[in-house]
Nanobody
Framework: QVQLVESGGGLVQAGGSLRLSCAASIRTFSSYAMGWFRQAPGKEREFVAAINWSGGSTYYVDSVKGRFTISRDNTKNTVYLQMNSLKPEDTAVYYC??????????????????????????WGQGTQVTVSS
């Protein structure tokens, strides 16, 4: 059974930084693309960033480019989201998601451009990030 557990959320002032972690209990973690999404109060969940199975390709929503960095350590079955220059509008619950590239027969694409919720197979429970002004 696949489990994704996010950590690292919290309260930070505008301009500050946080690093989110997502630990995955996936035996073949290195064959999964990983993504981060977020959901602000009263809004739909939105894509934030994704990384391909090898870590060689990343993709970001425009609003976080240059401020957030997604990375992964396949030896630790963990994906990270480094968030710098945080803004109050970054306040949301942040979710980690995993996409099984083998089952979806897309591993050869080595892509990270998976921005839709239905493009992922497993989800974590989320971690709250609150940015005060």
């Amino acid at each position: 059974q696949v489990q994704l557990v996010e950590s690292g959320g919290g309260l930070v002032q505008a301009g500050g930084s946080l690093r989110l972690s997502c630990a995955a209990s996936i035996r073949t973690f290195s064959s999964y693309a990983m993504g981060w999404f977020r959901q602000a109060p009263g809004k739909e969940r939105e894509f934030v960033a994704a990384i391909n199975w090898s870590g060689g390709s990343t993709y970001y929503v425009d609003s976080v480019k240059g401020r957030f960095t997604i990375s992964r350590d396949n030896t630790k079955n963990t994906v990270y989201l480094q968030m710098n220059s945080l803004k109050p509008e970054d306040t949301a619950v942040y979710y980690c998601a995993a996409r099984d590239e083998v089952i979806r027969r897309s591993i050869f694409l080595a892509s990270a451009r998976y921005t839709g919720e239905n493009e992922y197979d497993y989800w974590g429970q989320g971690t709250q990030v609150t940015v005060s002004s």
